[in-house]
């Protein structure tokens, strides 16, 4: 319904969305709902006493400059701290490379400000994280996807869209990556698929974007080279958060790309934020200086393991066999795939009567598809939670199967694949 003032919005205002991920946080913060659906750390995974003792530090020692306004590029120190763990693993950037934002949310709405016209064409997973599409969207860029499967993109796909697209006209300018423990479906892009997406991203003169929040959340396997480590031209904008590895709440991310685009980036960060929380930067600093990070990463490892376990083993028990799921190395999410009968946004209205929630997969979707997925969060909820939750999910599951079966009962005889009937 037109609103009193809408036909005053800008061509932008009416291309924005809800995100449905932050809807959904809404409604799941009702007591009585066990909720899968956020990507939200667990509150037990928030280091309180090591942010408590710096805090009296940095009051103490630093006094009221750790309150006052800061450059936009970020506290130097943090930056500083951030190039040194960038390098150590494999990247060659200064801290000139990077601009510390208000989450990565914010970098992926800078980026988006900063390259894209109404119409530009942005590449994308099918599926991939919302809060980045929904930000190309916003500034009137067209989604191409491209299939993901237990590998993340597949870069035949990709390239035979590019030529699709430019046999069109249409010359994409983003390719929008996340290629460790990817959002929404957990999936690892292993080593040769990252050097063929820098390859083709050199070849289509592509900028990638490299969103990456979950690259320190390994549980099982060997670690893999974020892209932006063999990146010779600059042309990967690379992601890194302190959401899931500190807190959230201190909106603190950094953003690494080449010095003159990340001048652009910065330009365009003084006109929405001035600068990200000064206090918060200088605690995280401290955080990376005194090596905190990696005395918690180990601590938040072991409890996310157990817990990605947990869930998969109870999946594995309450789960009917025509469910199929992804079984991640790391990250926070477990993919699931229903029978194609069932389209999890309608199955949502009965989960949340059975008191449990997730992500619908469509949402995660800029070609209609994965009507039939979800997504499962696994860090927040309590291991009881784990349990209930899935068996009340798995009740719900079931249920919807026994609807379809009841309105399409099956077939009396058996057919071949040619839909010839056999025994007869
Ligand atoms: N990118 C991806 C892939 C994410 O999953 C998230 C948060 N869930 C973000 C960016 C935004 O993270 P933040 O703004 O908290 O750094
Ligand atoms: O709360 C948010 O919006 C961040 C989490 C993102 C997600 O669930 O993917």
Same mark, same amino acid.
């Given at each position: 319904?037109?609103?009193?003032? @809408?036909?005053?919005?800008?061509?932008? *205002?009416?291309?924005? =969305?809800?995100?449905?991920?932050?809807?959904?946080?809404?409604?799941?913060?009702?007591?009585?709902?066990?909720?899968?659906? %956020?990507?939200?750390?667990?509150?037990?995974?928030?280091?309180?006493?090591?942010?408590?003792?710096?805090?009296?530090?940095?009051?103490?020692?630093?006094? +009221?400059?750790?309150?006052?306004?800061?450059?936009?590029?970020?506290? !130097?120190? /943090?930056?500083?701290?951030?190039?040194?763990?960038?390098?150590?693993?494999?990247?060659?950037?200064?801290?000139?490379?990077?601009?510390?934002?208000?989450?990565?949310?914010?970098?992926? #709405?800078?980026?988006? =400000?900063? /390259?894209? #016209?109404?119409? #530009?064409?942005?590449?994308?997973? &099918?599926?991939?994280?919302?809060?980045?599409?929904?930000?190309?969207?916003?500034?009137?860029?067209?989604?191409? @996807?491209?299939?993901?499967?237990?590998?993340?993109?597949?870069?035949?796909?990709?390239?035979?869209?590019?030529?699709? /697209?430019?046999?069109? %006209? $249409?010359?994409?300018?983003?390719?929008?990556?996340?290629?460790?423990?990817?959002?929404?479906?957990?999936v690892t892009m292993p080593m040769d698929r990252r050097v063929r997406m820098l390859e083709i991203a050199k070849k289509y003169d592509l900028i990638i974007i490299e969103d990456a929040p979950y690259s320190e959340l390994r549980y099982a396997g060997t670690a893999i080279k974020p892209i932006?480590?063999?990146?010779?031209?600059? $042309?990967?904008?690379?992601?890194? !958060?302190?959401?899931?590895?500190?807190? +959230?709440?201190? $909106?603190?991310?950094?953003?690494?790309?080449?010095?003159?685009?990340?001048?652009?980036?910065?330009?365009?960060?003084?006109?929405?934020?001035?600068?990200?929380?000064?206090?918060?930067?200088?605690?995280?600093?401290?955080?990376?200086?005194?090596?905190?990070?990696?005395?918690?990463?180990?601590?938040?490892?072991?409890?996310?393991?157990?817990?990605?376990?947990?869930?998969?083993? &109870?999946?594995?028990?309450?789960? +009917?066999?025509?469910?199929?799921?992804?079984?991640?190395?790391?990250?926070?999410?477990?993919?699931?795939?229903? +029978?194609?009968?069932? #389209?999890?946004?309608?199955?949502?209205?009965?989960?949340?009567?059975?008191?449990?929630?997730?992500?619908?997969?469509? @949402?995660?979707?800029?070609?209609?598809?994965?009507?039939? !997925?979800?997504?499962?969060?696994?860090?927040?909820? !309590?291991?009881?939670?784990?349990?209930?939750?899935?068996?009340?999910? *798995?009740?719900?599951?079931?249920?919807?199967?026994?609807?379809?079966?009841?309105?399409?009962?099956?077939?009396?005889? =058996?057919?071949?694949?040619?839909?010839?009937?056999?025994?007869?």
């Amino acid at each position: 319904m037109a609103s009193k003032f @809408s036909h005053l919005y800008s061509k932008n *205002a009416r291309e924005m =969305k809800a995100s449905e991920i932050r809807e959904l946080l809404k409604l799941t913060e009702r007591k009585e709902v066990i909720s899968f659906a %956020g990507g939200l750390p667990n509150p037990e995974a928030f280091p309180v006493d090591k942010v408590r003792e710096i805090c009296n530090y940095l009051l103490d020692e630093k006094g +009221p400059n750790i309150l006052q306004y800061g450059t936009t590029e970020g506290v !130097t120190e /943090l930056r500083k701290a951030i190039a040194e763990r960038m390098n150590g693993k494999g990247m060659h950037i200064d801290y000139h490379n990077v601009l510390i934002t208000s989450g990565s949310q914010q970098a992926l #709405d800078l980026i988006a =400000k900063t /390259l894209l #016209d109404p119409d #530009d064409t942005v590449l994308v997973g &099918a599926p991939t994280y919302l809060g980045g599409t929904n930000a190309f969207k916003s500034y009137g860029a067209i989604m191409e @996807s491209v299939p993901e499967d237990d590998m993340g993109m597949n870069p035949d796909h990709l390239e035979e869209k590019i030529r699709q /697209l430019q046999m069109h %006209g $249409r010359n994409p300018k983003l390719l929008y990556l996340i290629p460790a423990f990817q959002n929404p479906s957990g999936v690892t892009m292993p080593m040769d698929r990252r050097v063929r997406m820098l390859e083709i991203a050199k070849k289509y003169d592509l900028i990638i974007i490299e969103d990456a929040p979950y690259s320190e959340l390994r549980y099982a396997g060997t670690a893999i080279k974020p892209i932006k480590t063999m990146d010779t031209d600059g $042309r990967i904008i690379y992601l890194g !958060t302190f959401s899931k590895v500190l807190a +959230p709440g201190f $909106r603190i991310a950094w953003c690494i790309a080449e010095k003159e685009l990340l001048n652009k980036l910065i330009i365009g960060k003084q006109t929405t934020d001035l600068c990200t929380n000064t206090f918060g930067q200088f605690i995280a600093a401290e955080y990376l200086t005194r090596g905190y990070i990696d005395e918690h990463l180990e601590k938040i490892k072991t409890l996310y393991k157990g817990k990605m376990f947990h869930m998969l083993a &109870a999946m594995d028990k309450h789960f +009917p066999p025509e469910v199929k799921w992804t079984r991640p190395e790391g990250g926070m999410f477990i993919w699931v795939t229903l +029978p194609e009968y069932i #389209d999890t946004k309608e199955m949502f209205v009965r989960a949340l009567e059975h008191n449990v929630a997730y992500v619908h997969g469509a @949402s995660f979707f800029c070609n209609k598809n994965g009507r039939n !997925t979800m997504r499962l969060n696994f860090t927040y909820a !309590t291991d009881e939670q784990i349990d209930e939750g899935i068996k009340r999910l *798995a009740q719900t599951i079931k249920d919807e199967i026994a609807a379809h079966k009841k309105q399409t009962p099956g077939k009396a005889f =058996k057919t071949n694949e040619e839909g010839m009937v056999l025994g007869v």
